[in-house]
């Protein structure tokens, strides 16, 4: 017999729930109104589709970074296992590490990410505490390592494959 509920979960419930489920990390970048580089700790990313190449970010309403991120270029900088520290900076942790940036890029990036996604902006839907903004892919970068995890709201590790990805294409 299927399960019903007589209403739905508590914010707090909800969020238990679904910190068991492990996701990657990213640090989504992009420039303010005078240019300068900015970002903010993200692990709502998801594919969308590679014809054409769209990715999805979920950005809450109430962060510093929804109106100055919404509509505007962005790039998803998926961190390598041992950047936690720029995690935990970009997540409002400052201090915590100095970032470097990508110099000359269409859009701001750091350095060294375990793969980056540069994007414009495509479309934003309406995602009730969340705005779910669809970026174009317009570059994309990547490098070898083991990749920065979160579940059951702690750090964790994804160890890359020997096999890796190639044998995909």
Known sequence: ???????????????????RFATGVTVVTYADDDGSPRGATMNSFTSVSTDPPLVLISVARRARSHGPLTGRPFCVNVLGAEQEAL??????????????????????????????????????????????????????????GDALT???????????????????N
């Open 150 to 168: 979160y579940a059951w709201s702690r750090f964790g590790t994804a160890t890359e494959s020997a096999d890796g990805i190639e044998h995909l």
């Open 87 to 144: 995690a935990r900076q970009f997540a409002g942790n400052p201090g915590a590490t100095e970032p470097r940036w990508v110099t000359g890029a269409r859009v701001p990036r750091l350095a060294g990410p375990l793969a980056w996604v540069a994007c414009e902006p495509w479309r934003a839907y309406d995602g009730g505490d969340h705005t779910l903004v669809v970026g174009r892919v317009t570059g994309t970068g990547h490098r070898d």
């Open 1 to 19: 017999m299927p399960e019903t509920l007589a209403a739905p979960p508590s914010p707090g419930a909800l969020r238990a729930c679904l910190s």
